[in-house]
């Protein structure tokens, strides 16, 4: 094993002095959410960018050298970078906003971090949410530090293989040229911090990546000093048993307070983004107790409580991280909770939900909402559903409406999902400001009502052919096998028109998100897809959990319709579902299609991302589509009636429903043209979603608007 630690991975050769600032560029992950330092790496050797994955580390140390000597040398090419180095350079330098009432700023814990492709230490939802938190926090000049954890394997790569079953592989993240660096002390010490982990001292050293104006910490046990074990307590994102979920966590939360301490500083708030990071509290309330022996561990929970700020992300309780009894005290050493003045029943109790029930296991989240002077959900509904959920640890409370949890629904950072060819209409409207604006709901929709439907309408044709050409070019990369199927085909070059109706479903593959549902009728569905004059195409793409086989299942059945029809040419499966797919699949479908089994889907973003690309919704009433739709911004499946039916009575109407709704709705409107073939009833929606959603969903600053 490489135990090594480069810094930056050093480029192999000197850049030409005229793009040398790249190399300085391509350390701050600003270029990634604006489309000119997207081009500015991409132009230098288009093929290589999507080789190296979007990478600017590895364009720059890889390039041909001809390519770089010519770009140096392309005045026009120069100017841009002197542009857009510009830009950057006055964005950094901006004070923060001076109205911030945070002295000390804001600390976010976080267990994921979906900031790019190129730093692969994401899984999914929650990730991608915390990376559109520290983009839209820089954009607003909010002091915010974030930690997190450097998976050295990062999550899991996902190959169909030629049966259609879920194959997982993981790579060294370090192999790809990452965009950090190491953090050091004054003396030039690396910056670590100790956690006392299963009777041993292990360290942590400290990574930094830089998210415009956000510092992003990144913890990592891969250091000489552990035991071959403890190295790999940060190895694999939600990989390993719960055992070492524990120790992650606490890495994360105990050692992610001991860093900011490090580094002097001392937040007045801590936002724990989800249960991971919730033993950051108990170090926190040893912290103070340290600095006031003489007092008790309930008084430290007081002043620990005024700081922290929780947002919980899960609607069912299973979802919650919870750990044995036994295990979780032999992972704390007895000085530990000695330190907190609490014995190990005492300890135990704080996670518990019911106090009553010895035997319960600890649960992150009960410990965060006793240890939080607030806690939220990530839509209205889900904040519903959680009153409800932990009504059971408020024994005086009478009814869940009373229960201390509220909402903030979830939003996405606008700059990162828009497609540029949007952009630059939204600029040539709005001026270069339009990502501010989009705050602006009043503006923002009259704006979008006096847009051209045609040029809209235009861009979105566009960005359908990109799609259309990135599915043949991504699925053709396959090794095939002999049958045609949606995921192995020996010819690509016919999949898709860009003249027929296209529905994405993209999501973890995962019970409640119900893949299995649009598949239940199969004569009907490919009814609708074999029809001669208004057909229907589909994008699918998506992670199964690595242990879930009933889900992996799902994946093999879709993956094996193999029926004569047009299916093989109007189906397909993207293997590998990130950030680059997702953005090419929310720019580029018409439908962006959702059927969670109701309350279970907290928020999902997907859908917003969509949205704000003109992209129509079609989804059962959850999350945050409950709030979202409005008869007229996107398709509704179901309706928001509670029911007490059994799960496949439930699953049988929603079909129903959503053949129904493509049926007698989404079809219908999509090929409903003029003489020119122009969809004016849909462009209607279009910008009707734009209008309303974009403002809705664009996240803002959650710490000063309270
Ligand atoms: C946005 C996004 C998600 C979360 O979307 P959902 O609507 O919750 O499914 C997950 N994965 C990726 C890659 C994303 O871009």
């Not at 990546?209 to 790999?232: F, P």
């Not at 922290?308 to 295990?327: E, K, L, R, S, W």
């Amino acid at each position: 094993m490489d135990l090594t630690f480069h810094s930056f991975t050093p480029l192999g050769f000197e850049l030409p002095e005229p793009l040398k600032v790249l190399e300085r560029l391509s350390k701050n992950f600003y270029w990634s959410w604006h489309p000119e330092g997207v081009e500015l790496f991409r132009d230098l050797d288009p093929l290589l960018w999507n080789k190296a994955e979007q990478n600017p580390r590895r364009v720059l140390s890889e390039a041909n050298q001809l390519l770089l000597w010519q770009k140096a040398s392309d005045p026009d090419y120069l100017a841009k970078l002197d542009r857009f180095t510009a830009t950057f350079d006055q964005y950094m330098g901006e004070p923060p906003a001076a109205e911030s009432n945070l002295p000390g700023g804001v600390a976010y814990f976080c267990a994921e971090y979906g900031v790019h492709n190129s730093l692969p230490i994401y899984s999914g939802g929650l990730g991608i949410l915390a990376g559109d938190h520290l983009k839209s926090s820089s954009d607003l000049n909010i002091p915010l530090v974030a930690i997190g954890l450097l998976y050295r394997y990062g999550y899991f790569r996902q190959d169909i293989s030629h049966d259609g079953w879920q194959e997982e592989h993981y790579s060294n993240i370090f192999n790809s040229g990452l965009a950090i660096e190491p953090v050091v002390d004054v003396s030039g010490q690396r910056t670590s911090v100790m956690v006392h982990i299963r009777g041993r001292e292990v360290y942590a050293q400290a990574w930094l990546a830089r998210v415009g104006r956000i510092s992003l910490y990144l913890l990592d046990t891969n250091v000489d000093q552990n035991t071959a074990i403890d190295r790999m307590i940060t190895g694999h994102l939600y990989g390993g048993d719960a055992e070492t979920r524990i120790v992650q966590e606490k890495v994360l939360g105990i050692g992610g307070v001991r860093l900011l301490r490090k580094l002097n500083i001392d937040p007045s708030v801590y936002h724990l983004n989800e249960g991971h990071a919730a033993f950051s509290t108990l170090e926190l309330a040893r912290e103070w107790l340290g600095l006031n022996p003489d007092k008790g561990f309930a008084d430290a929970v007081t002043e620990v409580r005024k700081k922290c700020v929780f947002t919980t992300h899960t609607p069912v309780a299973a979802g919650n991280d919870t750990f044995p009894p036994d295990m979780l005290i032999q992972c704390f050493s007895k000085e530990f909770i000695d330190s907190l003045k609490l014995n190990n029943g005492e300890l135990l109790a704080l996670g518990r939900a019911v106090l009553s029930d010895d035997n319960e296991h600890f649960g992150m989240t009960p410990l965060a909402i006793r240890m939080c002077r607030s806690a939220n959900g990530v839509s209205e509904k889900h904040g519903e559903v959680s009153r409800e959920l932990w009504l059971k640890m408020f024994p005086d409370l009478s009814d869940a409406g009373s229960v201390p949890i509220t909402s903030v629904t979830n939003g996405v950072h606008a700059p990162t999902w828009v497609a540029p060819a949007y952009q630059s209409v939204f600029e040539n409207h709005f001026g270069p400001d339009w990502a501010n604006l989009v705050r602006d709901s009043e503006k923002w929709s009259e704006g979008i009502a006096g847009f051209d439907d045609r040029k809209l309408w235009e861009a979105h044709v566009l960005l359908k052919n990109v799609l259309i050409a990135f599915i043949r070019e991504r699925t053709k990369r396959r090794d095939t096998g002999t049958s045609d199927t949606i995921n192995e085909r020996t010819e690509t070059s016919n999949l898709f028109s860009p003249n027929v109706l296209t529905v994405g479903f993209a999501r973890r593959v995962a019970q409640y998100k119900r893949w299995n549902l649009l598949l239940s009728d199969r004569d009907r569905l490919l009814k609708m897809v074999d029809h001669p004059d208004r057909p229907v195409q589909f994008v699918f793409a998506g992670k199964a959990h690595p242990q879930d086989n009933t889900a992996k299942t799902i994946l093999q059945e879709l993956m094996s319709i193999d029926h004569e029809s047009s299916w093989q040419q109007r189906a397909v499966f993207i293997e590998d579902y990130d950030q680059e797919v997702a953005r090419y699949l929310v720019q580029g479908v018409d439908v962006w299609m959702n059927v969670p089994r109701r309350p279970m889907e907290a928020s999902g973003t997907s859908g917003m991302k969509a949205a704000m690309n003109g992209v129509l919704n079609f989804s059962i009433l959850d999350g945050w589509w409950i709030e979202g739709y409005n008869e007229e911004n996107g398709f509704a499946i179901g309706d928001e009636s509670e029911s007490d039916e059994p799960d496949d009575q439930i699953d049988k109407r929603d079909a129903l429903s959503l053949y129904e709704t493509l049926e007698n709705q989404v079809i219908p409107t999509f090929y409903d043209r003029d003489k020119s073939n122009f969809p004016a009833k849909w462009v209607e929606m279009m910008k009707n979603a734009i209008a309303t959603l974009t403002p809705q969903f664009s996240s803002r600053d959650i710490y000063n608007d309270a």
